[in-house]
């Protein structure tokens, strides 16, 4: 007989959802938009907390609505080529390509650059970033339950130390909110939608959904109706913690324009917001908490793409995989933060309507009596566009301007703004995806294919 969950059961597993998404990485993204987005700061807000907050929350609920065993197995209904392919590049994205690296980028960030003189910040990131790989692959070979027990600390601690920096921005303000800058002045709520792509939430929900699931049937939880509602509730917890954070940091950053200037990114807002309000302990703290915090999601990122690519390939070791990924991670930190974050956009641009869609599907799955058909079409339309949106993107990255683009590109991007709605927002996939699901949908009723 399947059991029912208390309140107190439904926060737990709501916290620890929150905690594996709020990695120290996500600390950077809505100080960084609250900066340029100035007076423009809600538009943009609601924007990140879409995609930042609301496809995260969609994708955990799709995995516990589809009762799929992992990511692979839900993407197998397109195919189980594509299925492969799309798991081992999210695992990749969310793994040594871009998050993973982005622990150590961001611990020296907070933790360290601000201690160190400019002249000696390249040398001091390499030496920061040897060691912060080398615990990492200690420990990811060696799983011990200290791993655990600093995860277990570091959040809550991450925690109050961004409650008492908030609570001081609220109280008292570093400066005035300034005005926007970029192109936070004229789309500021779409420029927010498109930062809430770098959080990597979406993607990552794809993989947290199954231990969420795990989790809510250790408790006694076996029947599906009671699992997608036990699901649906988890994740409003962990999506509110989330929310109210995002909210409240993109505020700090606003207000520390007019003191501290612009900032590549959003590390040294939170490193300056410590120290300006409680001096050079808080900053030491800080450092500390966020450095440990990064080594916890580092090594976890680490053990599940090497547990992931030895299962995909058995005859690679796990250790092999691990040492690997690590090695690649410490070169990529070392490129710095910024180019972490700019080199990823091309790829969350191309992935992000591609696992969305994944999302679509699932719930509208009955609909169409679960059709391949469906799934292939859909799947295959949102390719069509996001390739294109990812290939646009890394031109525009490597610093060229439209009209020294590949004359093929040019043409289809062209033809793409003109009969594609909201496509130069950045959502030209949608509309046409729904129209797909809609028609094919329609012909696996009638057909029954």
């Not at 960030?109 to 003189?117: K, L, Q, V």
Request: glycine share 10%.
């Amino acid at each position: 007989m399947s059991t029912k969950l208390s309140f107190s059961s439904f926060l737990l597993i709501g916290i620890m959802l929150f905690a594996l998404f709020f990695g120290a990485g996500n600390l950077i993204f809505p100080a960084e938009l609250g900066q340029y987005a100035g007076t423009n700061f809600w538009p943009a807000i609601i924007g990140f907390l879409i995609t930042g907050v609301g496809l995260p929350f969609l994708g955990i609920l799709a995995i516990g609505y589809s009762g799929s065993r992992n990511l692979q197995d839900l993407a197998s209904r397109i195919h189980p080529v594509y299925a492969i392919l799309f798991t081992s590049l999210l695992y990749l994205t969310i793994g040594p390509f871009f998050a993973a690296p982005r622990t150590g980028a961001v611990a020296f960030d907070i933790g360290i650059a601000t201690f160190i003189p400019a002249a000696y910040s390249q040398i001091a990131l390499l030496i920061f970033t040897l060691v912060f790989f080398g615990v990492t692959l200690w420990l990811s070979l060696n799983p011990a339950k200290i791993v655990d027990r600093i995860g277990k600390y570091m959040s809550p601690a991450i925690i109050v130390l961004l409650l008492a920096l908030l609570a001081m921005a609220f109280i008292n303000p570093i400066g005035s909110i300034q005005a926007p800058v970029d192109a936070y002045k004229t789309g500021a709520f779409m420029e927010g939608f498109t930062e809430g792509y770098n959080t990597m939430d979406a993607l990552a929900s794809l993989v947290f959904g199954i231990i969420v699931i795990k989790a809510i049937r250790a408790l006694g939880v076996t029947d599906r109706a009671q699992i997608v509602s036990a699901t649906v509730k988890t994740g409003i917890i962990a999506s509110a913690f989330l929310g109210l954070l995002y909210v409240g940091i993109a505020y700090l950053g606003a207000t520390t324009t007019e003191k501290f200037g612009l900032f590549d990114t959003g590390g040294p807002v939170l490193s300056g917001a410590a120290a300006h309000y409680f001096g050079t302990t808080g900053s030491v703290l800080l450092a500390g908490v966020i450095i440990l915090a990064c080594l916890t999601t580092s090594i976890g990122l680490m053990t599940a793409c090497g547990e992931y690519f030895h299962t995909l390939i058995p005859s690679v070791s796990y250790k092999a995989f691990v040492s690997v990924f690590t090695v690649f991670c410490f070169v990529v930190a070392n490129f710095g933060l910024a180019n972490i974050i700019i080199f990823s956009i091309p790829v969350l641009m191309f992935l992000y309507p591609l696992a969305v869609v994944l999302m679509l599907l699932t719930f509208a799955s009955k609909l169409f009596n679960h059709s391949r058909l469906v799934y292939i079409s859909a799947t295959a339309v949102a390719f069509a566009i996001s390739i294109i949106d990812g290939v646009k993107t890394l031109y525009g990255t490597l610093g060229n301007t439209e009209d020294q683009w590949p004359t093929w590109l040019s043409s289809i991007v062209n033809f793409y703004n003109k009969v594609l709605p909201f496509y130069a927002e950045g959502l030209g996939w949608l509309l046409p995806v729904l129209i797909v699901m809609l028609l094919t949908g329609i012909i696996a009723k009638v057909i029954k294919i």
